[in-house]
């Protein structure tokens, strides 16, 4: 509103009275809405806030630098500097939901998930570090190799996207998603190892992974060798 300006700096001529009356309204409106918000108390509240950015951008940093630092120390051995983890035997973090990874990490300290190799890992680390080291993995980029039998993938694609309705297996893509990418209540698969992938589904079948498997078994139950070893393949170049 350009006249705005003009009735404030300097003298301006309004031909209809009932115009004018309106706009002085308007421009005594303004000048309350400045005078109780005043510039001063805004650069407050300003400050106050970014105060409190910095705080929590300064915490998030030092949980990263924490986590880096747990994950060159002892992680890296098995699952990689970034979670790309270095055989086919141990699970690849990276891009993992850090929900998921928190509560795996303090199912296997309270000893809820039983893993000979997991549980020494995890006996010194706080909840606060097992949310750091998800949140550490799960902004790692993700690897994926394409599958390296590709008949047997397509296969695993069927089945993952469709189930199998002659023995009512449940489409894997109706809880962990069409992209395999999970959500935080339930675990990415997309570009897993097919060997791990394959031994958990095992281990669900046969409630060796002790941690809610009530789902996973009645899922992996009704799957046949072939199917687990297809979805496993499909996965690992998803
Ligand atoms: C000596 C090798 C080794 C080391 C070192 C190791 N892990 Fe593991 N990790 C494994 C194996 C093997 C499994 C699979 C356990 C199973 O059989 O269920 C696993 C599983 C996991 C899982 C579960 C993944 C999933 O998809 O469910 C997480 C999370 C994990 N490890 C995090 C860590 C962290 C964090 C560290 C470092 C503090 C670490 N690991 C150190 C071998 C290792
Ligand atoms: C009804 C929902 C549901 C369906 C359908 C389902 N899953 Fe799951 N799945 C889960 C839940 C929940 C978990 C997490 C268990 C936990 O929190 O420990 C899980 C975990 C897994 C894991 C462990 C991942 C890891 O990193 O260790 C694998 C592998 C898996 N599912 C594969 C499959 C496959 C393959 C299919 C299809 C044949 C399938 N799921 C169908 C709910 C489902």
Redesign the pocket.
């Known amino acids: 509103m350009p006249w705005l300006g003009r009735e404030i700096f300097g003298p301006i001529r309004w031909p209809e009275a009932d115009a004018r009356e309106g706009f002085e309204t308007e421009v005594k409106q303004r000048s309350l809405m400045v005078t109780h918000h005043p510039a001063k108390c805004l650069a407050q509240v300003v400050i106050v806030l970014s105060a409190a950015l910095t705080g929590l951008s300064a915490m998030a940093q030092a949980d990263e630098a924490r986590a880096k630092k747990i994950v060159s120390g002892v992680c890296f051995v098995c699952h990689g500097a970034e979670g790309e983890s270095s055989s086919e035997v141990f699970?690849r973090l990276a891009g993992?939901h850090w929900e998921?990874t928190a509560?795996?990490l303090s199912?296997f300290k309270t000893g809820k998930?039983k893993s000979t190799a997991m549980a020494d890992m995890v006996a010194k680390l706080t909840p606060d570090e097992m949310v750091a080291l998800g949140k550490y993995f799960e902004k790692q980029a993700v690897v994926v190799e394409p599958a390296k039998d590709q008949g047997l993938a397509a296969v695993g694609q069927y089945?993952?996207h469709n189930?199998n309705k002659f023995s009512s297996?449940?489409?894997?893509a109706?809880?962990?998603g069409a992209d395999a990418k999970g959500t935080a209540?339930?675990?990415r698969?997309a570009g897993?190892y097919a060997e791990?992938?394959a031994a958990?589904?095992q281990q669900?079948n046969k409630r060796e992974?002790t941690?809610?498997?009530a789902?996973?078994h009645a899922?992996?139950s009704k799957?046949t060798p072939l199917?687990i070893a297809a979805?496993?393949e499909y996965?690992s170049g998803k």
């Not at 297996?169 to 894997?172: P, R, V």
Request: aromatic share 10%; charged share 10%; hydrophobic share 45%.
């Open positions: 699970p993992q998921y509560k795996q199912n998930r089945i993952f189930g297996l449940a489409a894997c109706s809880c962990h209540a339930l675990p698969l897993q791990y992938t958990q589904l669900f992974r941690n809610d498997n789902v996973m899922i992996v799957m199917e979805v496993a996965l």
